[in-house]
């Protein structure tokens, strides 16, 4: 523990001095942080699924997700047919990581198989087997998760042809397995998730702000390609396109399928307008997912309507709904469900629909509601939450504006932890509208 401290120490100190790290320092960390994962979480997450071997196969730019996340920083690919046993002997307290490949994976992974002696990798693979016996195979299959779905069909049906009768009744789905591995976050991760979504924040008060929008020019395409040229300008990536969308007192607030629709058409910024984004970035294997608002102010304002802010303040308070609603063991749909029934009392036109985060943007875990299956989502949303996991609170609430004769929708979206501790947002969150000046009219 002392020397994991210690490397949080340093990575703090590393993040706080050149924010963005080199590629070559990248490397180091993201190695560093995956031999802690193997070493002090893989176990624990077997120990709790009851799977005693994780047998994980792939083949060359056609990758199971879970593998893909347990390469090396070197390795950007599988090679050739890659194969990964982890045994778990929970007795002696020891966890093998094996390769039955033709190299060890990096440093935490060691080659098992000599070719030379056994030709055929199938049977080297069914020899590990033979030889440690184990109670519970777990193989990625998974009818409700993607990511947990990773075992192709080519390499199921020439396993199981190799594989001996006496092993075939103890294969199993290791679906809990893959999600806790996908959804888990250590220490050192939180650490740098905070600096993670601050970038992301700093990105989006940047576009929002004049240095980027010229009222009545700048369109919202142009804010869109701006942020996707500032990412890589940083030598980030962003795991999904941005959209900036407005709102306006003129026109009619449009449906869910066409707010969640990444063709919401090229419109320019005028005084007036409520401004939305959705923006996320990935950098060290995490990934952010951020909605926040602005409002263009008029010529004669130095502040946002009373009654637009009043309206934010409504998204503020479902969020806290929503977290207030969390605990361990709860489904995602039961969390949904008792966070609805709490806006509806509370007066809101509340929509949620939060999803997990972190090596992946839509990763692996709980579903808490998706904006078109509000009454629960089967499967995803049955998956209870365990701590120290991470979830995007993505929601939004309508709001009637009296002066607009019309509603406005308040979309948000923040990083949240689940730990020890209780619920908190990774970096912050938007409690008031950015305010992009606008063109200050002559005296």
């Known amino acids: 523990m002392k020397n994991i401290l210690i490397a949080v120490l340093m990575l703090v100190t590393s993040l706080a001095q050149s924010q963005i790290l080199a590629e070559r320092e990248r490397s180091k960390i993201t190695d560093q942080i995956l031999a802690e994962r193997f070493d002090e979480l893989l176990p624990e997450l077997m120990d709790r699924s009851e799977i005693d071997m994780w047998i994980l196969i792939s083949r060359e730019y056609n990758e199971d997700p879970v593998l893909k996340t347990m390469l090396p920083s070197t390795w950007l690919n599988a090679r050739r047919r890659t194969i990964l046993v982890f045994y778990r002997d ?180 005028l005084p007036g307008d409520l401004i939305h984004c959705d923006f996320g970035i990935t950098y060290l294997r995490l990934n952010t997912d951020c909605q926040q608002m602005a409002y263009v102010l008029k010529a004669d304002e130095d502040e946002a309507p009373g009654f637009l802010e009043e309206a934010f303040q409504k998204g503020n308070q479902l969020q806290d709904i929503l977290t207030s609603n969390f605990e361990t063991g709860l489904s995602g749909n039961e969390i949904l469900s008792k966070s609805l029934d709490q806006a509806k009392k509370e007066g809101l036109k509340a929509s949620i629909y939060t999803h997990p985060l972190g090596l992946y943007g839509h990763s692996a875990g709980p579903t808490i509601g998706m904006w078109d299956q509000q009454g629960g989502v089967p499967g995803t949303g049955d998956y209870p939450l365990y701590k120290n996991t991470v979830y995007a609170i993505e929601l939004n609430t309508e709001v009637e504006i009296a002066e607009w004769d019309k509603s406005v929708r308040i979309m948000l979206e923040e990083a949240g932890f689940w730990g020890e501790d209780g619920f908190r947002y990774v970096n912050k969150r938007q409690r008031n509208l950015m305010l992009i000046p606008g063109e200050k009219a002559e005296n």
């Open 90 to 269: 929970k007795e002696k307290d020891t966890l093998e990581k094996l390769a039955i490949a033709r190299y060890n994976i990096g440093d935490n992974i060691e080659s098992a198989w000599d070719k030379e002696k056994q030709p055929d990798q199938w049977k080297a693979l069914v020899d590990i087997i033979r030889d440690r016996n184990p109670s519970k195979i777990g193989l990625n299959i998974s009818e409700n998760y993607g990511i947990a779905d990773g075992l192709v069909k080519t390499d199921f049906d020439e396993f199981m042809t190799v594989l001996p009768d006496e092993f075939e009744e103890r294969i199993v789905s290791a679906e809990e397995l893959a999600v806790g591995w996908i959804e888990t976050r250590t220490l050192r991760e939180m650490v740098i998730y905070s600096d993670l979504v601050e970038m992301t924040h700093d990105i989006i008060e940047e576009a929002f702000s004049t240095k980027v929008i010229q009222p009545g020019v700048t369109t919202t395409d142009d804010v869109v390609w701006w942020m996707r040229q500032k990412v890589t300008e940083l030598g980030l990536e962003t795991w999904f396109h941005p959209t900036v969308d407005i709102q306006r007192s003129n026109e009619k607030l449009v449906d869910h399928i066409t707010a969640f629709s990444d063709e919401k058409g090229n419109s320019v910024i």
